[in-house]
């Protein structure tokens, strides 16, 4: 890295890129500045409850705006790439990203990816990974598992409203991870970047079906939540009707059908090693987010 890094994140309003962010504000030496991507740096600014003692840049871009992209990356040393959801051409909005970083001089690539994406066409993750690889960026390519925060998230509603999970993702097992985890490894990862390009699959201590899920959500919330596991159409026409954009849905069942034939089960060791501790449990966060849940 140069004398003075400057690192900038991609997803900062997000559940991984805040996380980030967060530990990168308390972890980072002080000759490194950090820099917030953002489509509205004002409101993002105050999102972000980012003051003048934090001295974080929020500079303009927009995956939509080509325009935003080379002066988001100037100077830029290390970049954390999160791709927003209801963005699944990416070749069209994340390819020229990839090619500008390359372009700019930019280290090291931190990118949010799937568990295992590299074996899923299915999925957008699985071309980018391919764009890092022949861009000559040496990058760390994140594969977490299903993220708690979903719960929490998309399934927010369907949870405090309707008392259920509808997914088509049968009767598998699926590792679950906290973002919060996946954020503080993507954070050391930018201050101490490895010396070469490599994949981490990350995920929690174990893997539960989605009945399993509906179980502890029941105890914790003291109200029976009941899953159903729904058919690809039956999941998708329910999606529609709540106003999911259709490419978010392609995308969600992407995922659930890979955790539907036991893509998404494996339990990995690699988040307790570059963390150095545990990673946080699906009973921990299901009490810790137990208010948004409630009616």
Same mark, same amino acid.
């Given at each position: ?12 309003? *997000? ?11 308390? !972890? ?9 991507? $953002? ?15 934090? !001295? ?33 051409? /990416? ?15 930019? !280290? ?7 568990? *295992? ?5 299915? /999925? ?47 009767? #598998? ?5 906290? #973002? ?11 201050? $101490?970047?490895?010396?070469? $390009? ?16 509906? #179980? !502890? ?13 729904? $058919? ?34 494996? /339990? ?28």
């Amino acid at each position: 890295m140069s004398a003075s890094p400057r690192l900038l994140i991609i997803g900062a309003t *997000g559940n991984v890129g805040g996380a980030a962010l967060r530990e990168l504000l308390r !972890q980072r030496p002080a000759s490194t500045q950090l820099v917030v991507a $953002s489509r509205e740096p004002t409101r993002d600014r105050a999102h972000l409850a980012l003051g003048a003692a934090d !001295q974080v840049d929020v500079v303009p871009f927009d995956f939509t705006k080509p325009e935003t992209v080379a002066p988001a990356l100037r100077g830029v040393t290390g970049l954390l790439l999160v791709r927003p959801p209801v963005i699944s051409d /990416v070749a069209r909005y994340l390819k020229p990203v990839v090619q500008a970083a390359a372009a700019a001089g930019v !280290q090291h690539v931190v990118f949010l990816s799937l568990q *295992g994406a590299q074996y899923n066409p299915f /999925v957008p993750h699985y071309k980018v990974e391919g764009y890092l690889k022949k861009s000559g960026l040496r990058h760390s390519l994140l594969r977490p598992s299903f993220f708690m925060q979903n719960l929490s998230t998309t399934h927010r509603d369907d949870i405090r409203r309707r008392d259920q999970l509808l997914l088509p993702a049968g009767h #598998a097992r699926t590792s679950f991870v906290d #973002a919060v985890d996946v954020g503080a490894v993507a954070s050391r990862l930018l201050l $101490s970047p490895p010396a070469t $390009s490599a994949g981490y699959e990350l995920t929690g201590r174990t893997a539960f079906t989605y009945d399993e899920v509906a #179980a !502890q959500l029941s105890a914790v919330l003291g109200r029976p939540i009941r899953y159903h596991a729904a $058919s690809i159409r039956t999941f998708r026409a329910y999606e529609r009707t709540k106003g999911t954009p259709p490419t978010l849905i392609n995308v969600m069942t992407g995922i659930y059908l890979a955790a539907r034939f036991g893509l998404a089960a494996h /339990v990995s060791p690699e988040l307790a090693g570059l963390l150095g501790r545990e990673p946080g449990t699906l009973q921990a966060f299901l009490t810790r987010e137990k208010a948004c849940w409630l009616p």
